[in-house]
């Protein structure tokens, strides 16, 4: 009913950046929770930072201070800016959201397919 699509993944050289959206669509009606998880290879997915609905943010102690995720609750899209990229940042990163459908008096747990970012020189 509901679908999470990532982009801006992609190559970027070390201490660069990137910017990752993920828009929500389908039936709608609100969106609370949303967050960015990754995957490298061989490791277990991993948080990477949340945001609430209100904009309270919460974020991995690893990309504290270089990554920056936002919201926009009108378009229903979630952000990650990226800077001062580390090798250890790549990895395949993930769109998560716990979304209210329209009529619905319940939260879906919603996931994107992932986009890659790979962090190389």
């Known amino acids: 009913q509901v679908q999470l699509v990532e982009s801006g993944g992609g190559l970027v050289q070390p201490g660069g950046s990137l910017r990752l959206s993920c828009a929500a669509s389908?039936?709608?009606?609100?969106?609370?929770?949303m967050g960015w998880y990754r995957q490298a290879p061989g490791k277990e997915r991993e948080l990477v930072a949340s945001i609430t609905r209100g904009g309270i943010t919460n974020y991995a102690d690893s990309v504290k201070g270089r990554f920056t995720i936002s919201r926009d609750n009108a378009k229903n899209t979630v952000y990650l800016q990226m800077s001062s990229l580390k090798f250890e940042d790549t990895a395949v990163y993930y769109c998560n959201a716990q979304i209210m459908g329209m009529g619905s008096n319940y939260v879906m747990d919603s996931w994107g397919k992932g986009t890659l970012v790979n962090v190389s020189s």
């Open positions: 389908g039936s709608i009606f609100r969106i609370n929770a």
